[in-house]
């Protein structure tokens, strides 16, 4: 539970990965098989193939995903007042924080490139920009039009699970911050911290539908198109700094002003998320450096 707790804080903070989180604790690659499970289950659920449901449900690894995910959701539920109450009174400093966990997060996935070919330099250029202006270009520039996110319609709580829910899957980009880039991360934590079941059922809901039907795309993609797909993500990152540049009014306006006052704040802590994501990873690397040389280790002595 603990180690969903430490997912779970992670996953409610735009920019941090939940499964960069999971790297640290060794458990990144039975989380994303039990995510596949559960996927392959809902699937055939879809399908009406129920034999088919019932037999993926029953490899779903239970005693290690029930716990993980309870710790996740008494973290949400427990963060979700906190980190609405600071965007709230402190927007703009909130917003300097979530551009520098966002900016390590870029530079991480930076490092997963495998190749790093005009294509694909290309790729991540073109999707940034096509972000960066379609986000300058959709209702919701001024912070009047912004505000109009906090009591969106129940099918947009829908495609904002179903959507978020994809990241866990995905290195270096976290739920959260897709809910950021959508409008939807404030109306979301809302609904956590008031704990409207309703809206969190209709949530919950998409994150089902989610796992059933995009995660299997998604696994094919990264294991057929690794690269272009990781590019595709830096640029759809840093192309949705956009929302996170904290002047002005943080993540209530895509607008963009000249950095002005509060100015020490954010900067301070755009650094401070930027040393933070790099530390996790850092970590991270370790950790899995350390577990590989074990398991050498052991086939020698074998």
Known sequence: ????????????????????????????????????????????????NVSGFRENLA???????????AGMGLAIVSLASVIQHQLEENPEAMAGLFTGLVLGS??????LLNVRDGARIATLLAVAVAVFLA?????????????????????AYFFAGALAVCAMILPGISGSFILVMIGMYGAVLSAVSDLDMAVLAVVAFGCVVGLGLFSQVLHWALNTHYDTVMAALIGLMLGSLRVLWPWPAGVDSTRLDAPG?????????????????????????????????????EIQSI
């Open 1 to 48: 539970m603990i180690r969903g707790f430490a997912m779970g804080a992670a996953d409610i903070v735009p920019g941090v990965s939940g499964g960069t989180i999971a790297l640290v604790f060794g458990i990144y690659q039975r989380l994303i098989e039990s995510i596949r499970d559960g996927s392959s289950a809902m699937g055939s659920l879809l399908k009406g």
């Open 59 to 69: 490899k779903v690894d239970w005693w290690f995903l029930i716990p993980l995910l």
């Open 106 to 111: 870029v530079i991480i996935a930076w490092g």
């Open 135 to 155: 986000l300058g270009l959709r209702e919701g520039t001024t912070e009047e039009a912004v505000s109009q996110a906090t009591n969106p319609a129940l099918w």
């Open 261 to 297: 006052d509060p100015l020490a704040a954010p900067l301070a802590l755009a650094l401070l998320g930027l040393v933070l994501v790099l530390g996790i990873d850092w970590i991270g690397r370790r950790s899995e450096h350390r577990t590989e040389a074990e398991e050498a280790a």
